[in-house]
């Protein structure tokens, strides 16, 4: 089962318009996520995250928004540059015994036209 | 190093041979983690130790696979008799403990099962 969910595998946007990323999740123990940018041939690199205990983190022109009771949380990019162009994966972490485990969605492939 | 790295970058085996992949984590870095990522999937968790013990073992597909973690540095991560189904990118990362949320990517070993 698929507890982390990126159910868009690709989005295109223009150059200077908003990028919006969604992701949902089932489990409710998870209390931590986190976004990931992955370009072809590297490793997943960080980007932003948000604690289950807020519902908005930004940083720059990045920000995730988290709804709990939906569980669902998106990222925005605002505005979208070509250099934004990449694989983005929403990624959860468990709390209590598992909360060493981030778990992954599939990843949403973003292209931002010039 | 400044960095997680992984060798060897691009690995083509025969079916049935064993393979090595090897992990550099972050100095310092006491938590450690492999992942893959096969095709149009999300990253999917092997492995996770904690200095050199490996609390969660659950996500290692068969007993082909093994790890371990010596020193609390170098990992390797072992697939014997490997099968065409092994063919993913196998990325390790590594973070500074349990309580640091954010998880730093190698670059990933392309594992090719001819």
């Known amino acids: 089962d698929q507890q982390v969910k990126q159910n868009s595998p690709s989005l295109s946007v223009q150059e200077g318009r908003i990028s919006i990323l969604n992701c949902d999740y089932t489990n409710s123990m998870f209390d931590y996520f986190l976004w990931y940018k992955k370009y072809p041939a590297e490793g997943p690199t960080f980007l932003i995250s948000i604690s289950s205990i807020k519902d908005k983190n930004e940083d720059g022109r990045f920000t995730v928004f988290l709804n709990k009771s939906a569980k669902h949380l998106s990222l925005h990019i605002v505005p979208s540059q070509p250099g934004d162009s990449a694989v983005y994966f929403c990624?959860?972490?468990?709390?209590?015994?598992?909360?060493?485990?981030?778990?992954f969605g599939k990843g949403t492939l973003l292209t931002v036209n010039p | 190093g400044a960095g997680v790295s992984q060798s060897p970058s691009n690995k083509v085996t025969e079916k049935g041979k064993d393979v090595e992949l090897r992990c550099d984590p972050i100095s310092g870095h006491t938590a450690l983690y492999w992942y893959r990522q096969s095709l149009g999937q999300g990253l999917e968790f092997l492995i996770y130790f904690q200095g050199n013990s490996a609390p969660d073992k659950s996500g290692l597909p068969s007993d082909r696979f093994s790890a371990e973690r010596t020193g609390g540095s170098v990992s390797t991560l072992t697939i014997q008799r490997t099968q065409q189904e092994d063919s993913a990118v196998y990325l390790c990362?590594?973070?500074?403990?349990?309580?640091?949320?954010?998880?730093?990517f190698g670059q990933g070993t392309r594992l090719t099962v001819v």
């Open positions: 990624a959860a972490k468990g709390s209590g015994g598992s909360n060493y485990k981030l778990t």
């Open positions: 990362a590594s973070s500074g403990g349990v309580l640091y949320t954010e998880a730093f």
